[in-house]
């Protein structure tokens, strides 16, 4: 009788713990269904012509529907009608920025005449942006050897037409902080500048990180019908706070994502949260991804090249930190540093603006 008693109260135990357990599964699984992620749009590639098929095989295979190429080139290297072509290999998929041709800086109507250009580039080749790479602020030079500085009123009248175009203006300004200071076994990002050692800008006549980004605010405040995306998380991953006084001061100004996962994502996995959600409507993805024949770019690179197996991977790392909610776990880009980040789990009306809408938004408005 004592048996039977027993096992009869095993069963009832069992009983509960088989319902409570379905219970809050099926409750579970009302409160927050699988977030079903959208064809994306990676508002932030670099793109070779000659890797037409490779691009779409990558596009394909991680679910992106359309790539933004900041590598479009300008009028004066041909590299504009590369472009061209390979937008027109996978329309509706690939869409340009043009670069500015900094060979004729010293020219006095350099800006005039590039405006002129870029207008031909929107509306004939039908470009969407202007790509502002690093080497405005130190690389291009004067012939005197001056560097050009980002805010130099020279530049006033692309930063206009720009806006009367009405494209965006992508700005990479400066580069890591760790990139400033001295190149060896202290520094953090040692292992990657020993694969670029040009990337280092310690010592000689570089600007410092405030000083390149002090410029390009003066620019994005004197030019407030122009809209700016402070490329790499605004160029100042290691500093959201400045990201965000930027964010909420100037209206016409946004950030991407690119490249940048692995240093805010070192940043408190709530603060970053609360900061992807009140900027929602001001935050593109993209991944710095460059694809070329032979090569392949995962937000930096290292000694070995990357495949694309390797390239899910790099996406999914992406997906990881913003959809889930896990803890140390790896970023996207190893050599950018040895540590692990934590995900922020973001809504899905959230993602959905990052992944796609806000580029739909601010990018593709004019697309042809």
Not at 16 to 33: D, H, L, Q, T, Y
Not at 52 to 60: A, F, S
Not at 101 to 118: G, K, M, N, Q, S
Not at 243 to 261: Q, S
């Amino acid at each position: 009788m004592c048996n039977i008693r027993i096992k009869a109260l095993v069963v009832l135990v069992l009983g509960c713990a088989i319902f409570m357990g379905c219970k809050e599964k099926v409750e579970a699984e009302k409160a927050s269904p699988p977030y079903k992620r959208p064809m994306l749009i990676d508002a932030h590639t670099h793109l070779q012509y000659f890797a037409v098929e490779r691009i779409k095989r990558i596009m394909d295979d991680n679910r992106i529907e359309v790539m933004i190429n900041m590598s479009g080139g300008n009028h004066g290297d041909g590299g504009i009608v590369w472009a061209f072509e390979m937008q027109n290999a996978l329309p509706g998929r690939i869409y340009n920025c043009y670069d500015p041709d900094w060979e004729r800086i010293d020219e006095p109507d350099f800006a005039e005449v590039e405006a002129i250009r870029l207008e031909d580039a929107v509306k004939r080749f039908g470009f969407v942006c202007l790509k502002i790479s690093k080497a405005l602020g130190l690389y291009v030079r004067y012939k005197s050897g001056v560097l050009v500085e980002i805010d130099d009123p020279k530049l006033d009248p692309l930063w206009e037409a720009a806006g009367r175009l009405e494209i965006p203006v992508y700005q990479h300004a400066g580069d890591p902080k760790a990139f400033f200071l001295p190149p060896d076994e202290k520094n953090e990002r040692f292992k990657e500048l020993s694969v670029h050692p040009y990337w280092s800008f310690y010592g000689g006549d570089w600007p410092s990180w405030d000083a390149l980004l002090d410029a390009f605010e003066r620019v994005v405040a004197r030019h407030p019908e122009t809209i700016f995306i402070g490329v790499h998380f605004g160029n100042a991953a290691e500093e959201p706070e400045r990201v965000a006084r930027m964010l909420d001061k100037y209206p016409n100004y946004f950030i991407d994502i690119a490249a940048r996962v692995p240093e805010f994502g070192r940043h408190d996995a709530k603060k970053m949260h609360d900061f992807f959600v009140k900027y929602q409507d001001r935050i593109l993805f993209g991944t710095d991804i460059g694809i070329s024949k032979r090569h392949l770019v995962l937000g930096s690179s290292g000694e070995e090249n990357p495949t694309e197996e390797d390239a899910k991977k790099f996406y999914q790392a992406h997906f990881r930190y913003f959809e889930t909610n896990d803890r140390q776990i790896d970023h996207p880009t190893p050599i950018q540093g040895d540590w692990k980040i934590d995900a922020i789990g973001l809504p899905p009306e959230v993602l959905d603006k990052i992944y796609r809408k806000n580029a739909e938004r601010i990018v593709l408005k004019r697309k042809p």
